[in-house]
């Protein structure tokens, strides 16, 4: 069913996260600490090629947060598979429409493709939501495990394996927050990836020595309407700020949550999954 929210992000065209196969000898997904879950075998997905939401819960990759994706568009370029009027964006699936959260006059780009949207600025906003319609195999899961255990499986099922294979050496945070009165359930989960910023090219470095911090991000992960929703979003500050950088990861945690809540905030929900 699925196809996320490889939420790649989730730099300008190359925005979305494309889908990859891990080349050979490349690590596998980090074993979490609170679930211990193995990784299903996920096909190889051709480039530029769109991943339904049948096979996406069936173990193929979920696109989208990690990496470039497979369709990216600008507004002024190829047409986007959702809809923007009025600054308003409407996901292709028909389950939400946001007010964008970038500006052009910022650099500000919207980039998509079926299930995952991707906004990104040149100042220090980068979200990606993705949308899934959950089907009668991911509905009885969902009942069988309940809320909480379906969602932290989901990430790492889908969510965390992408991150991997695109940063190798991604780090979760092993306490993951349930939140069960948000929507019809969420999971919030901080992670850090290596070489992961979408900000990088706008950091100057003297050093040669000096390397960059993990990028970290905050992702969302909730239930609503017979949906998958999977929102992502990174810290910027940490990698633009430099030595000036002084919050500490409570902060940043918080700071995240508040980022990734203000974008629910946003969202106006349409319809009920098809079943």
Known sequence: ??????????AGTALLCRAQAPA??????PARSDLDIPAPARPALGAGAALSPAAALKGAPVPGLAAPAAATVHP??????????????????????IDSPVLPELGGTVN???????????VSTVISIATFPMN?????????DGPKQYLL????????????????????DKDATFMPHLLDGALLVYAELPGGSMFANKVVIFDPARKLPPAKRGNLVFLHNGYVFVISTEL?????EGTAYTMTPEEE?????????????RMKFLRQAPQ
């Open 76 to 97: 002024t370029a190829a047409p986007l598979s959702g809809q923007i009027e009025d600054n308003v964006y409407t996901s292709p699936t028909g389950a939400f429409q």
């Open 253 to 265: 945690n918080l700071e995240l949550k508040e980022r990734l809540e203000d974008t629910v905030n």
């Open 1 to 10: 069913m699925l196809r996320v929210l490889s939420f790649a992000l989730f």
């Open 153 to 172: 499986k989901f990430f790492d099922q889908y969510v965390l394996p992408d991150f991997a294979r695109a940063f190798p050496g991604v780090t979760v």
């Open 112 to 122: 998509d493709n079926g299930n995952v949207v991707t906004f990104q600025d040149d």
């Open 24 to 29: 050979p000898g490349q690590p596998a997904a």
């Open 236 to 240: 910027a500050e940490r990698i633009l």
């Open 136 to 144: 009668a195999g991911e509905r009885w899961k969902l009942q069988l």
